[in-house]
């Protein structure tokens, strides 16, 4: 394989096992548990000035400037130039919330329109290096949408489970990549028993899964390393994301323990996860204080992205947001879909419906008093509106508009 220099190899985040990444594509081959990527910070000495510089002078946009804390080099990268999203402040939200300020860090800029691009970057990248010719996965629609670019860059054939409520954009640009889709009756836990029926028998298919792979919470780090520099090393109050299996929360938890064990920050910035009451496993173990969550049985929400009622590594995220003084909030999918078409109207910004969860969680956030006047607040835009502009222009509809 083709590394970088300070990456050492997988952890698994259950029994501590160190494996070689070249021997492990998938979880770990003792007991089951997430794999980690791991590296020798030591053999790392960044300054917050040259923490990427040496990368943007060689004029590389996007997730591959962080790529001496990424397992694999640009140069071994399948990549789109994904990342390097822009963080937009929103002057209206921060007075309608009473905080100093509000950023919307908008993933909706990546190359298929949402921040799934910058874990399938990684995955798929890894999948090259073990010479995979298939890659598989379920996905509620975005992921699949991703790895089905990426794969297509790579070569490869992508085999992807939606279930039938995917969105139509999803679906239809899955079909444009060349991957084979199978639409799957029913919600996202059924796409994900095709999937696990099919993988049963076809041992020749890579495994893109969520928390399967070790790298797409890798690849999903790489947005706190552009916040932080963003905001000029200035760690903001909360960060508010919008969380169906976690994979991002727990990426952006493990950069800012990077970036505080390199010494270049003190602070780990407050995590909150986002849902909607409609799929709320996250939000309800956190509020109940327990450890894990219990799978929801019947979830039912029109956010699609985030309507995860069974996210395995819960204990990781509610870990994540417990640790960095976070916390967690649900609101109900008309008040989701008026916030999205809120900041459409306030703010020109054009957020996915999944990913307004976030403002309306924000705006919960701050009725509650959990902000004060002085924060920073930053949401997270995970994926583009116009994926999602006929269930927003419905809302508006059903209104009257
Ligand atoms: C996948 C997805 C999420 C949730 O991501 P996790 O990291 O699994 O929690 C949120 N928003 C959008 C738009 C998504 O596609
Ligand atoms: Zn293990």
């Excluded at 009451?277 to 109940?288: H, L, Q, R, S, T």
């Amino acid at each position: 394989m083709q590394t970088t220099e300070a990456f050492v190899g997988l952890e698994c985040l259950d029994c501590g096992g160190s494996f070689d990444a070249a021997d492990e594509p998938g979880r770990c081959p003792d007991c089951g548990g997430i794999l980690d990527p791991t590296y020798d910070y030591d053999a790392l000495d960044p300054s917050r000035n040259s923490f990427a510089s040496d990368a943007i002078r060689a004029g590389r946009a996007g997730i591959w400037r962080y790529e001496s804390l990424l397992p694999f080099p640009r140069e071994a990268a399948l990549t789109l130039d994904e990342g390097g999203t822009p963080l937009v402040d929103c002057p209206r939200l921060a007075a309608e919330l009473g905080v100093g300020r509000v950023l919307i860090k908008d993933e909706g800029r990546n190359p298929t329109g949402s921040f799934k691009d910058r874990g399938a970057a990684v995955a798929v990248s890894a999948a090259a290096q073990h010479g995979a010719t298939d890659v598989a996965l379920s996905s509620a629609g975005n992921a699949g949408q991703a790895a089905s670019a990426y794969a297509a860059r790579a070569g490869m054939e992508s085999h992807v489970f939606v279930p039938s409520r995917a969105s139509f954009v999803n679906k239809a640009m899955i079909n444009v990549h060349g991957g084979d889709m199978y639409v799957v009756e029913g919600q996202i836990g059924d796409a994900v028993e095709a999937y696990e029926d099919v993988m049963a028998e076809r041992d020749d298919y890579y495994s893109l899964q969520t928390f399967v792979t070790p790298y797409r919470h890798e690849g999903k780090k790489t947005m706190y390393y552009e916040l932080i520099e963003q905001l000029q090393w200035e760690t903001p109050d909360a960060v508010v994301y919008p969380t169906g299996g976690g994979v991002g929360l727990v990426g952006m938890h493990k950069a800012a323990r990077e970036l505080r064990e390199l010494g270049l920050v003190d602070e780990l910035p407050p995590l909150y996860a986002a849902q909607s009451e409609g799929c709320a496993p996250i939000v309800e173990a956190f509020e109940e204080g327990r450890d894990e969550h219990e799978p929801w049985e019947y979830p039912d929400t029109i956010c699609g992205g985030i309507e995860i009622p069974d996210p395995g590594a819960s204990r990781f995220v509610l870990e994540a947001v417990r640790e960095s003084g976070g916390g967690a909030v649900a609101t109900d999918d008309q008040d989701v879909m008026d916030a999205a078409a809120t900041v459409a109207l306030h703010e020109g910004l054009e957020m996915g419906v999944s990913c307004a969860a976030a403002a309306s969680g924000a705006w919960e956030l701050a009725r509650t008093g959990e902000f004060d006047e002085d924060d920073t607040i930053v949401l997270l835009n995970t994926g583009a509106g116009n994926k999602d502009a006929d269930l927003i222009r419905s809302r508006l509809m059903a209104k009257g508009m």
